[in-house]
T-cell receptor, first 119, second 111 residues
Framework: GAVVSQHPSWVICKSGTSVKIECRSL??????MFWYRQFPKQSLMLMAT?????????EQGVEKDKFLINHASLTLSTLTVTSAHPEDSSFYIC???????????????FGQGTRLTVV | DAKTTQPPSMDCAEGRAANLPCNHS???????VYWYRQIHSQGPQYIIH???NNETNEMASLIITEDRKSSTLILPHATLRDTAVYYC????????????FGAGTRLFVKA
């Protein structure tokens, strides 16, 4: 099946620094990728929709200036957490759908997630 | 998006069938029912989906009621590795195909 890869799998950074997380679709092209955040014992919360070649669409309550999303190619989207603080510590997950797959009856593929710890 | 309701947790004995229910009473006619699961500290994994007919694959079976207001995911022979959070999701046919997760059911498979 299709594979979505995230890098890094985990990262520890100092408060005030920025962290970049990459999401790649390895064997398919993805016009659209999605970014989620998950706190311990909670469900996934959709943060934004990343569209190749255009600005990302953020969900209500998500700061676009803090969570910078770039989708420069059909196989790569990046999420940059700027000026990270301890409250940004979370599990970040990306998802992508195959460009050639049309309609709702197709699955979305998820990356393995990136655990961010801000100290 | 149609909302779903799932029990917060369930137990199942290893080797027995695990039946996970989901209510989606406000589902629209062109919305599909999807099931994903998330094993601890991993990304979600697709399991199965359906519109109105029952579906089966190598992982599970999906039973959708005739009125489509509820469904059941069946893991025929649960193993310890099936311990995970299972998410039932109804996804609209249009709208960017966003997948919105509810709280899910935490399934514990016990030896």
């Amino acid at each position: 099946g299709a594979v979505v890869s995230q890098h890094p799998s985990w990262v520890i950074c100092k408060s005030g620094t920025s962290v970049k997380i990459e999401c790649r679709s390895l064997d398919f092209q993805a016009t659209t990728m999605f970014w989620y955040r998950q706190f311990p014992k909670q469900s996934l919360m959709l943060m934004a929709t990343s569209n190749e070649g255009s600005k990302a669409t953020y969900e209500q309550g998500v700061e676009k200036d803090k969570f910078l999303i770039n989708h420069a190619s059909l196989t790569l989207s990046t999420l940059t957490v700027t000026s990270a603080h301890p409250e940004d510590s979370s599990f970040y997950i990306c998802s992508a759908r195959d460009l050639l797959a049309l309609g709702a009856n197709t699955e979305a593929f998820f990356g393995q997630g990136t655990r961010l710890t801000v100290v | 998006d149609a909302k779903t309701t799932q029990p917060p947790s369930m137990d199942c004995a290893e080797g027995r069938a695990a039946n996970l229910p989901c209510n989606h009473s406000t589902i629209s006619g062109n919305e599909y029912v999807y099931w994903y699961r998330q094993i601890h500290s991993q990304g979600p994994q697709y399991i199965i989906h359906g519109l109105k007919n029952n579906e089966t694959n190598e992982m599970a079976s999906l039973i959708i009621t005739e009125d489509r207001k509820s469904s059941t995911l069946i893991l025929p022979h649960a193993t310890l590795r099936d311990t995970a959070v299972y998410y039932c999701i109804v996804r609209p046919y249009t709208g960017g195909f966003k997948t919105i997760f509810g709280a899910g059911t935490r399934l514990f498979v016990k030896a």
